[in-house]
């Protein structure tokens, strides 16, 4: 097995194997059937594979050019002045999308060879082309903490390039490790607070991901206390429109890098930020069975809304099709005005559905675009005498199985024993001022 699915990265398959394998066979009885008969994977291009129900916990990097990301990683696994750091720098020096991972000796993979090897969780990203596969790249290397978390540098924001010059999707691949990260680390520098057309996009791909996100906001030692507190508010003042939640994401400052503070700056305050940081990150390390239940399960309830609006679509169609009708312009008004038919209005009579999780209505309008509506059949017509009905399936694994399987992992857990006292896999993530 490759380093990224094999028995050093396996705490959660040594801690959970019975859940892990229970995880597995609910997906691919209840939601996987429901995902293929509706093509959900073509509405969000989001399939899931065995090795990414069996991977490690992911922590996503994102934010501008040169905030200090790829410090912050290195900073993180101690890589600083070895010949294995990452390259940094005052200009934009990380132009590829870069999975920081374990294996047994140092090496780079190619991001043609992460694709191709099933049992990785980056095998899915070959959709994103060949143009993108030569900016993925792979970094392994023999390291405790590496052992149960896979880190994930990306090219810095820049606002006024045009995402075609990149040469491939880059919000499509960033919605794609977004949607499977852990824990995002949104990382600012407090000289480059203002918001662009490219950062906003981003903002509006983390919608539903709060609470993943922690915003950083680095080398904060270069400012004197009054200067970062009137930065802190400028921060909060330029993100507010961004992110449309109750409670704002958590936000560490500090500096990230293996230096010594700058004289007269709120040490301590630094200090203890980066303890608070770290133990964050060791949390979603020792949540990451829970996590992976309610992704899934996350992932279920919108399959199941997707399914749900295909079948509207298609009674719709039908009932308004007579003898004399042409079928593409009856369906063409259907897609145009789905208000007019109470296509989403429908929906939210349905039990479990938010209006917050129905997908855009203009994603409709591409996706049968591409999927004719003759295609689908009803939801009423996918039973079967032996397999049962898929909608009864997937409403079963989102409202019993998978709950049921959480409350399994919470009771056999043993407060206050990490994964790794019971696996002896290594260490928590540590920072220059601890001993323990």
């Known amino acids: ?123 899915p990203l070959e959709k994103f082309g060949q143009n ?60 480059k607070l203002d918001v662009g057309l490219e950062l906003e996009m981003l ?61 007269d700056t709120s040490r301590e305050l630094f200090k203890r930020e980066e303890i608070s940081l770290l133990e964050d990150l060791n949390q979603v390390i020792e949540n990451r069975m829970e996590n992976k239940i309610a992704f899934i399960r996350q992932h279920a309830i919108r399959v199941r809304i997707h399914a749900l609006l295909v079948d509207r679509y298609v009674q719709t169609f039908k009932e308004k099709m007579t003898f004399f009708s042409d079928p593409e312009l009856v369906f063409q008004e259907i897609v145009d005005e789905p208000d007019k038919f109470y296509i989403f209005k429908s929906i939210l009579a349905k039990t479990n559905v938010s209006k917050f999780d129905l997908p855009n209505r203009d994603a409709y309008r591409d996706f049968f675009g591409i999927n004719p509506i003759a295609n689908f059949k009803s939801l009423a017509s996918q039973c079967s005498y032996i397999g049962g009905c898929l909608l009864d399936k997937i409403e079963k694994a989102i409202t019993n199985e998978l709950p049921a399987l959480l409350s399994s992992i919470n009771s056999g857990k043993q407060p206050g024993l990490s994964s790794c006292e019971v696996t002896g896999c290594g260490e928590k993530p540590k920072n220059r001022y601890r001993k323990n």
Request: with cysteine; proline share 7%; glycine share 6%.
């Open 1 to 123: 097995p490759s380093s990224d699915t094999g028995p050093l990265c396996s705490v959660l398959l040594s801690r959970f194997p019975a859940a892990i394998q229970k995880l597995r066979k609910i997906y691919h009885s209840s939601i996987k059937p429901m995902e293929q008969a509706y093509k959900y994977n073509e509405l969000r291009q989001h399939e899931i594979s065995d090795g990414e129900i069996t991977s490690k916990p992911m922590v996503l990097f994102l934010g501008p050019w040169s905030v200090g990301k790829s410090s912050m990683i290195n900073y993180l696994l101690g890589l600083h002045d070895s010949p294995y750091q990452l390259y940094t720098g005052a200009e934009p020096t990380t132009s590829e999308f870069t999975v920081i991972m374990h294996g047994e000796k140092i090496r780079s993979v190619e991001g043609i060879v992460m694709a191709a090897d099933s049992s990785r969780s980056f095998s």
């Open 203 to 263: 903002f509006r791909q983390l919608k539903g991901r709060e609470s993943q996100i922690r915003i950083i906001l680095n080398k904060a030692d270069n400012l004197a206390t009054q200067d970062l507190m009137r930065v802190y508010g400028a921060l909060f003042w330029s993100l507010a429109p961004l992110i449309n939640v109750t409670e704002p994401p958590r936000v560490y400052v500090s500096s990230f890098w293996p230096y010594d503070y700058a004289p």
């Open 132 to 191: 993108f596969l030569e900016k993925l790249i792979g970094i392994e290397m023999p390291h405790k903490l590496l052992e149960r978390v896979t880190f994930v540098d990306t090219p810095g924001i820049i606002e006024n390039r045009k995402q075609q010059e990149r040469g491939y999707p880059f919000n499509d691949v960033c919605q794609w490790f977004i949607d499977r990260a852990d824990l995002i680390f949104v990382v600012f520098d407090p000289t």
